[in-house]
């Protein structure tokens, strides 16, 4: 099957990793334990300011053996799924890998991905329009990847060992197996093994990438045209408007708020109050799809969500990015109606009034539940 390539976006909470774990199930037949919610075919990497191509690709260090100090280069995230999807190929097995990159803008993307960034140009069978050389070591780096021994001789020559062939330097090894494979008629094992002896690589057809971004976050790194043009794009809405029991996740048709051990009522009301009131004030919030939340924002325990948690959560969210600007529209909001206006000075005396908070956007989300049960 054609290999996936896509950035999922969209404000927090909205549920985007639940959506790669959907397409990882779904179209990439990629078993994942329900239990972990991890799979063997799957490498998570998560971006961050301090995120680093050495990170993605791998690095050398140093670790003590015995009273001497050497070094080893450990494979990075990138090469970890690439070692994974090549050595399926070579054994012929038809199963598919996912590379998973969240919070993709909130590091220096171009600067990760580096000449890697040449691969993400597929041709129509999924393999790279491209290849792109690797050092030596990166090599190393990929044969352990790849679970194929390989060690550095006093020559500093490096010898690998595949299937049943010796041990020998990894150019003799690699023209031995691709002959194998042509005769075998494997194209895949016989691409992979020139691309190897030339240290050079390309990303496979078994092999989809899948990055996220959290459209709310104020990232300093910009994506240029270039990069975005690569992907597929997917846009994750928030839940606002309309709706009915089935646009809400199964996992929370059950769950409630709850203040003072008192259950109150189902969350997902609040939800949907919450966003239909930041919607109101589009005229006033830049961004405004970006500032609203997901049915995941705050995660239930046992069916329950907190008013502790919609305390450290929701509202600081609410007052520090949502309107940060300007604090009138919730002085508005929790005003009483006989006009007096509330003031808020300082986010103590937005918390002071929580409760009158939760209880208005669950009379927004309430009349949105049934305006669609009217249809």
């Known amino acids: 099957m054609k290999p996936i390539q896509k950035i999922l976006f969209g404000s927090p909470g909205t549920g985007k990793s639940y959506q790669i774990r959907e397409i990882a199930q779904q179209q990439l037949n990629i078993q994942i334990d329900e239990f972990t919610k991890t799979s063997l075919n799957i490498v ?35 090469l970890k799924i690439l070692g994974k999807a090549y050595k399926s190929l070579i054994e012929g097995k038809n199963e598919n ?77 690699l023209t031995k197996e691709s002959e194998n494979f042509r005769d075998q008629n494997n194209y895949e094992g016989f691409l992979i093994c020139n691309l190897l002896r030339q240290c050079q690589i390309k990303l496979p057809p078994n092999l989809s990438i899948i990055g996220t971004i ?30 009915s029991n089935n646009d809400i996740p199964q996992e929370l048709l059950d769950v409630k708020l709850v203040i003072n051990d008192q259950e109150q009522e189902y969350w997902y009301y609040y939800i949907v109050g919450i966003n239909e009131f930041i919607k109101s004030n589009y005229q006033t919030i830049r961004r405004i799809e970006d500032k609203m939340i997901g049915w995941w924002f705050i995660k239930p325990e046992n069916d329950k969500i907190e008013l502790q948690k919609v305390k450290d959560k929701l509202m600081f969210y609410l007052w520090d990015s949502v309107f940060a600007r300007d604090k009138k529209p919730l002085e508005i909001f929790l005003s009483e109606d006989d006009n007096t206006l509330v003031k808020l000075a300082l986010y103590s005396d937005f918390l002071a009034f929580t409760e009158r908070f939760l209880e208005k956007v669950y009379q927004w989300g309430e009349k949105q539940y049934q305006e669609k049960q009217l249809f």
């Open 44 to 78: 998570k990497a998560v971006f961050h300011p301090e995120y680093s191509y050495a990170d993605f690709m791998g690095k050398l260090l140093p670790f003590t053996q015995g009273n001497s100090v050497i070094y080893k280069f450990y494979p990075g995230h990138f």
């Open 97 to 173: 890998y996912l590379l998973v990159i969240d919070e993709l803008n909130r590091g220096n993307s171009a600067a990760i991905f580096g000449n890697i960034f040449q691969l993400l140009d597929r041709e129509s069978d999924g393999w790279s329009s491209y290849e792109i050389d690797i050092s030596e070591m990166e090599l190393v780096g990929l044969f352990q990847a790849m679970n194929i021994k390989v060690e550095i001789s006093t020559h500093n020559e490096i010898n690998v060992q595949f299937s049943d062939i010796g041990k020998d330097s990894y150019d003799k090894v």
């Open 214 to 243: 959290n459209t709310s976050d104020e990232s300093i790194y910009y994506l240029d045209t270039a990069f975005k043009r690569r992907w597929d794009w997917g846009s994750v809405n928030a839940p606002v408007g309309e709706f």
